[in-house]
């Protein structure tokens, strides 16, 4: 579904990295319980998941041709 939009293989394992890299430097930063600092963790990485799918999209759309 996702190649309707530009979004190859290299796209998806780059976003796991990111999403998974703001996840687990979010919860190590929030000063709460384990669940509480996982459940942050979580959503902080699902947003940045959401905001690297979009950009990436915007890019592929304005990149020149060449």
């Known amino acids: 579904m996702l190649e309707r939009f530009g979004i190859e293989s290299r796209d998806l394992r780059n976003l796991v990295v990111v999403a998974a890299i703001v996840a687990a430097m979010t919860t190590l930063q929030v000063d709460e ?3 509480v600092s996982l459940v942050v963790g ?3 990485g699902l947003v940045s998941a959401v905001v690297f799918l979009v950009v990436t999209i915007l890019i592929n759309a304005v990149k020149p041709a060449y």
Do not use: F, G, S, W
């Open 33 to 35: 319980t384990v669940v």
């Open 42 to 44: 979580l959503v902080v």
